[in-house]
Each structure stands twice: as structure tokens, then as C-alpha cells.
């Protein structure tokens, strides 16, 4: 067998030994199990490495945040402001004592009119933004 490998040799090709060099023989396992694993010098390779003398976690400035805290806590003030003025325009008193001097805000039944109505969604409007504004301002 030897003497037949040698002729090929002859006839110009390559001993296999030559081309696998001295590493291992595979065994005839699947081929998911037979490749060679990574070799990455002591780090793992599926995180970004750390600069070294800078600390893993490093300090990120909160103004984002706190800027978003405070829009959201304006934005609730102004939503506070139209909940306030509604309930305001919903009780009897400050509604008679806006419209008791403009006239025809009232119908013959007592109950407000379209002008009546107009004129406590405006005032409504009104609080609202005084108090959205003024709420907001503190913040």
C-alpha cells in the first residue's frame, strides 16, 4: 500500500499528512460537533471589550429625564386647569353670578341658552389656562 502511495506521490500530489499537519483526527461525529471552538484570549467576544482604567458603568446625565418628568407633570397641570374650571362652570353659584348681568343667557325655563352656554365655555376656557399657566409656571 505504501509503494502505491509513494507512485501517486510521484505523480505530483500531496501526502495528506502534509495538508492536516499533525492536528487531531476527526472521529466520525456530526458535523455541529466537530468544528474548533473560538478562541478569543481570555474575553468573550459577544461583548464590547472595556477600555482598561475606565469603569464598566459609566455616568449618563439625567437632564432627558427630568426634562420628560416635567412636561408630563405641566401636561397634567393643564389637564388639572380644565377639570377645575369644569367643575367651577358646573355649580350653580359662580354660573348664576356670570350670567346674571349679560342678557338673554337664560331660556324661560331658568336652564342657560346657547349664548349662555358659549359664554361658560369661553369662561371655562378662561380659568383653565389661568390655571394650567400658573400651575405650570411653578413647576
Not at 510521484?10 to 492536528?23: C, F, K, Q, V, Y
Not at 481570555?42 to 464590547?48: A, C, M, Q, R
Request: no cysteine.
Amino acid at each position: 500500500m505504501k509503494s502505491s502511495l509513494l507512485n501517486k506521490m510521484a505523480d505530483g500530489a500531496t501526502d495528506l499528512s502534509e495538508l492536516l499537519g499533525s492536528g487531531p483526527v476527526q472521529t466520525n461525529l456530526p458535523q455541529s460537533t466537530t468544528f474548533s471552538p473560538i478562541v478569543t484570549g481570555g474575553v468573550t467576544p459577544f461583548i464590547d471589550p472595556q477600555p482598561s482604567g475606565q469603569a464598566a458603568v459609566s455616568y449618563k446625565p439625567q437632564s432627558h429625564m427630568f426634562s420628560s418628568i416635567r412636561f408630563a407633570v405641566k401636561n397634567f397641570m393643564v389637564y388639572f386647569g380644565f377639570f377645575a374650571a369644569a367643575l367651577i362652570i358646573s355649580l350653580s353659584t359662580p354660573r348664576s353670578l356670570i350670567l346674571q348681568y349679560i342678557p338673554n343667557t337664560y331660556t324661560s325655563g331658568g336652564v342657560p341658552s346657547y349664548m349662555g352656554a358659549a359664554i361658560l365655555a369661553g369662561v371655562a376656557v378662561l380659568i383653565a389656562y389661568v390655571i394650567g399657566t400658573l400651575f405650570g409656571s411653578l413647576i
